[in-house]
């Protein structure tokens, strides 16, 4: 329970937080360059600013990623059908470069396809980025020299991408720049980032999330807009936010975002929704129709009882789950001691969405990174998430090793549902702890220093209009008013770390 404290120096409210001040396992991982940073050091300057640093490490991992594709880059693409996996270095990228029809130089969604799947089955804003990386390979060459350009020319522009994650994710919160390293150090960005193309959307949400964070409404619609527009999932952002703009009355920020998210999905969309809507329509036939497979809590079912769960029966249940997950994100919204910050209801969103879906192909961790490293930024928590999402990452390749071999070399059927078990679970575990933040926000690591909602926006320290339940009584966990000499102490303690865990 927060306790307003006289201090005769309080802590300077402009000060960015270190990470080694704050986390215990921060400090331990400090020592591999020279230990914690020091109290009276000087704060950056010139040109190693956190920004600066953490994009240099993003764009570091991501060439280490690159490196660990090179078994494949250089034969195993190509050569056989299951030593892409037991290297577990698979991309869809340079398959689709012909399969897709960019070799031939076809127009995606616009001309047909041979084959089970007629046209570009991605959304509008992905396949412009496939034909403008198309555009940039060298032609002449034999075609697998071509779909090795291909790859790289991607790549490089992916790269892109993953620094401007990086440095959205840094900037989100003013006084917390250093999370961002979470981002730029996941394992799982570096192993998963040149797959597919889904680090495109991710990096138009983080900044997305920063404009909100901002209070640019109007920026933020747009950019979610696009990203929309390159994958399906950033619309689910918009479902917290209106939780929350309910809660506080914010209805004009909402309407603003709403309007630009709905102008921007539009601009990309409409031209080929006009001119060729059958191509179009493809993305969201293939989402409708497309099989329960890997990874999904779905295929375990399958896998276990022998039950096939049809694609239309796998649509109902997950959208049966989800309109429970809403219920209960609506739940936390409204009852919950202390609204909620943005981030922490939009993990959870997609959280849920990832846990419910048909399919969970192993970059869609791509897509809880940013909004993890800023809902819950604990090392601890962050670090066990994903070494469940590594282990999951090797017993996919390992299992699809397993299953296209003659002799049987790889994970067998029961190792890869452990995998499967262990995604989920690591899933739900930093789910666990963002709500536990939520009920409870004195636990909340960026609360504890009296903070509201720093990537809220309008939001941050806004007043509650709409309440229920436990918050339409006096809020035992608000925050006082502050007085001067006086700070609110959101369960710190007196230990030198200010971390209560």
């Known amino acids: 329970m927060p306790s307003l404290q006289k201090s005769s120096a309080p802590r300077d409210r402009s000060q960015t937080v270190i990470p080694t001040h704050r986390d215990k396992v921060a400090v331990a991982?400090?020592?591999?360059?020279?230990?914690?940073?020091?109290?009276?050091?000087?704060?950056?300057?010139?040109?190693?600013?956190?920004?600066?640093?953490?994009?240099?490490?993003?764009?570091?991992?991501?060439?280490?990623?690159?490196?660990?594709?090179?078994?494949?880059?250089?034969?195993?693409?190509?050569?056989g059908t299951t030593?892409?996996?037991?290297?577990?270095?698979?991309?869809?990228?340079?398959?689709?470069?012909?399969?897709?029809?960019?070799?031939?130089?076809?127009?995606?969604?616009?001309?047909?396809?041979?084959?089970?799947?007629?046209?570009?089955?991605?959304?509008?804003?992905?396949?412009?980025?496939?034909?403008?990386?198309?555009?940039?390979?060298?032609?002449?060459?034999?075609?697998?020299?071509?779909e090795q350009a291909y790859w790289l020319v991607n790549a490089g522009l992916l790269m892109v991408c993953a620094a401007v994650l990086a440095v959205c994710v840094?900037?989100?919160?003013?006084?917390?720049?250093?999370?961002?390293?979470?981002?730029?150090?996941?394992?799982?960005?570096?192993?998963?980032?040149?797959?597919?193309?889904?680090?495109?959307?991710?990096?138009?949400?983080?900044?997305?999330?920063?404009?909100?964070?901002?209070?640019?409404?109007?920026?933020?619609?747009?950019?979610?807009?696009?990203?929309?527009?390159?994958?399906?999932?950033?619309?689910?952002?918009?479902?917290?936010?209106?939780?929350?703009?309910?809660?506080?009355?914010?209805?004009?920020?909402?309407?603003?975002?709403?309007?630009?998210?709905?102008?921007?999905?539009?601009?990309?969309?409409?031209?080929?929704?006009?001119?060729?809507?059958?191509?179009?329509?493809?993305?969201?036939?293939?989402?409708?129709?497309?099989?329960?497979?890997?990874?999904?809590?779905?295929?375990?079912?399958?896998?276990?009882?022998?039950?096939?769960?049809?694609?239309?029966r796998a649509n109902l249940y997950a959208l049966l789950l989800m309109a429970v997950a809403v219920a209960g994100l609506a739940y936390l919204a409204f009852t919950a001691p202390r609204r909620p910050r943005f981030v922490q209801l939009a993990f959870l969103v997609v959280a849920a969405f990832v846990l419910t879906n048909k399919v969970y192909s192993p970059q869609y961790v791509l897509w809880l990174v940013p909004l993890a490293a800023l809902a819950r930024p604990r090392w601890r928590d962050f670090l066990v998430w994903q070494a469940c999402e590594v282990m999951y990452f090797v017993g996919v390749w390992m299992y699809l090793a397993y299953t296209g071999s003659s002799n049987k070399q790889g994970l067998p059927v029961d190792g890869y549902q452990f995998a499967i078990v262990l995604h989920l679970l690591g899933t739900l575990y930093l789910c666990a702890m963002v709500v536990r933040d939520i009920l409870a926000p004195e636990k909340d690591p960026v609360r504890q220093d009296g903070a509201d909602d720093p990537s809220g926006g309008v939001l941050d320290g806004a007043e509650d209009v709409v309440v229920a339940g436990r918050a339409a009584r006096p809020a035992r966990h608000a925050a006082p008013a502050v007085e001067e000499g006086q700070r609110v102490r959101w369960g710190t303690t007196d230990d030198p770390w200010g971390a209560p865990e």
């Open 29 to 79: 991982g400090s020592e591999l360059i020279g230990g914690p940073y020091g109290r009276r050091a000087a704060a950056a300057t010139g040109q190693l600013t956190p920004v600066r640093v953490i994009a240099l490490v993003a764009i570091g991992m991501f060439a280490l990623g690159m490196v660990q594709k090179l078994p494949c880059y250089n034969w195993a693409w190509f050569r």
């Open 83 to 146: 030593s892409q996996y037991t290297h577990a270095c698979y991309s869809d990228i340079p398959h689709l470069f012909a399969g897709r029809g960019f070799a031939d130089g076809l127009i995606p969604y616009f001309d047909r396809l041979g084959g089970d799947i007629p046209f570009l089955e991605y959304p509008v804003l992905t396949g412009l980025f496939m034909e403008v990386a198309a555009w940039l390979t060298p032609g002449g060459g034999e075609l697998n020299q071509q």
């Open 170 to 312: 840094t900037r989100t919160h003013r006084l917390r720049p250093w999370d961002g390293l979470l981002v730029a150090l996941a394992p799982s960005v570096a192993l998963t980032a040149t797959i597919n193309w889904d680090i495109l959307a991710v990096a138009l949400t983080a900044a997305a999330v920063l404009m909100w964070s901002r209070s640019r409404p109007l920026a933020f619609g747009i950019l979610l807009g696009l990203a929309t527009a390159a994958k399906f999932y950033p619309i689910l952002l918009l479902c917290p936010l209106l939780l929350l703009c309910w809660r506080a009355g914010k209805w004009r920020a909402y309407g603003t975002a709403v309007l630009g998210f709905l102008g921007s999905w539009l601009v990309v969309n409409l031209p080929v929704m006009l001119l060729a809507p059958e191509g179009w329509k493809q993305f969201y036939l293939f989402s409708r129709d497309r099989n329960v497979d890997f990874g999904s809590i779905w295929l375990l079912v399958t896998q276990r009882t022998g039950d096939v769960i049809t694609p239309g």
